[in-house]
T-cell receptor
């Protein structure tokens, strides 16, 4: 199994540009999670999907952030327009279960390091 | 909100047993306690999960007292490769906004 795949691994962009992060979950997993990690705030859950449906997006910081999961094998996290304070490492994770992060083992991808200048 | 409190850092020597305690006074009835390990430039990796009493797997043990207000991750005979950040997660079944791993415990294993 290839594990959770994220792309790109590194992204450097200028303020105001659109950024799209991509994630391919582990085959057979039905829950997908997007996290953001910074030194100041640690690892925060942004949104999670269960069976391709967004269950809770209350962790998304503001309207500039959006996430989609068009099918079971692909998800995107988009930031438009990007700002320097969005600089962070963004992780995608997947699990097999009911979509509640507290009960199921999550497998994390390698992350995308985003730098907005 | 089941906020967790962990020591910021711990040092140990190779071959010793390490115990990392996490406080979660406001844990809810349906919450599970999960521990993750994270190496630099990698995503967190699941270690162990439990609800009460004791859970053991091939890499660690998790001790949870009856009141569930704390938990202790026990790593037997640590090696240099166990140097990492360890997170205690007690996730609420409510808003995702409340789900944060916090800053974790930086464990440094010395030779």
């Amino acid at each position: 199994d290839a594990g959770v795949i994220q792309s790109p691994r590194h992204e450097v962009t200028e303020m105001g540009q659109e950024v799209t992060l991509r994630c391919k979950p582990i085959s057979g997993h039905n829950s997908l999670f997007w996290y953001r990690q910074t030194m100041m705030r640690g690892l925060e859950l942004l949104i999670y999907f269960n069976n391709n449906v967004p269950i809770d997006d209350s962790g998304m910081p503001e309207d500039r952030f959006s996430a989609k999961m068009p099918n079971a094998s692909f998800s995107t996290l988009k930031i438009q327009p990007s700002e320097p304070r969005d600089s962070a490492v963004y992780f995608c994770a997947s699990s097999f279960g009911g979509g509640l992060p507290n009960s199921y083992e999550q497998y994390f991808g390698p992350g995308t390091r985003l730098t907005v200048t | 909100l089941a906020k967790t409190t962990q020591p910021i850092s711990m040092d140990s020597y190779e071959g010793q047993e390490v115990n990392i305690t996490c406080s979660h006074n406001n844990i809810a009835t349906n919450d599970y306690i999960t521990w993750y390990q994270q190496f630099p430039s990698q995503g967190p990796r699941f270690i162990i999960q439990g609800y009460k009493t004791k859970v053991t797997n091939e890499v660690a043990s998790l001790f949870i007292p009856a009141d569930r207000k704390s938990s202790t991750l026990s790593l037997p005979r640590v090696s240099l490769s166990d140097t990492a950040v360890y997170y205690c997660l007690v996730a609420s079944s409510g808003s995702a906004r409340q789900l944060t791993f916090g800053s974790g415990t930086q464990l440094t294993v010395l030779p």
